[in-house]
């Protein structure tokens, strides 16, 4: 009987663990996504946002492996209405998989945002692409 009552508070407690450790994960993401559309707000270019055409309204999933989770952007004209989720798209036109150190993923995303749509934003990207810390699907 005992036995079943210390197995009973040990799982309680491990559950506890793991739903806290989630919720970790889940703000840190949060934060992620807030820092990412804080970064277009204020390193964002206006001319890529008037090249988006057909893909308005479209996803773009980005998936940050260390916190195995998911940010999801909004593809718009307007700079101003640009917005970013915390979760998984639902259909995405394309994938950005990170796959760094989770101290390291700030650095990478502020990295991309600031990044011009030329070839030099290109090459400057370059050195995430070419050892796979970032992989770009679609």
């Known amino acids: 009987m005992v036995a079943a009552i210390n197995q009973t508070n040990t ?4 559950d506890i663990n793991i739903r806290a450790e989630n919720l ?5 993401i949060l934060n992620i996504a807030r820092l990412a559309k804080m970064l277009v707000d204020l390193y964002g270019q206006d001319e890529p946002f008037k090249k988006v055409g057909k893909f308005e309204g479209k996803e773009i999933e980005l998936y ?44 990478v995303i502020s990295s991309i945002i600031r990044s011009k749509s030329n070839v030099f934003g290109l090459a400057k990207l370059l050195k995430y692409i070419i050892p796979r810390k970032v992989k770009i699907k679609g």
């Open 11 to 14: 799982s309680k407690k491990i």
């Open 64 to 107: 940050l492996k260390e916190l195995d989770g998911y940010i999801t952007f909004i593809i718009t004209s307007d700079r101003n209405n640009f917005n970013c989720i915390a979760e998984k798209a639902k259909a995405p036109i394309a994938r950005i998989i990170i796959n760094v150190k989770e101290e390291k993923i700030i650095p």
């Open 24 to 28: 970790i994960k889940d703000t840190k």
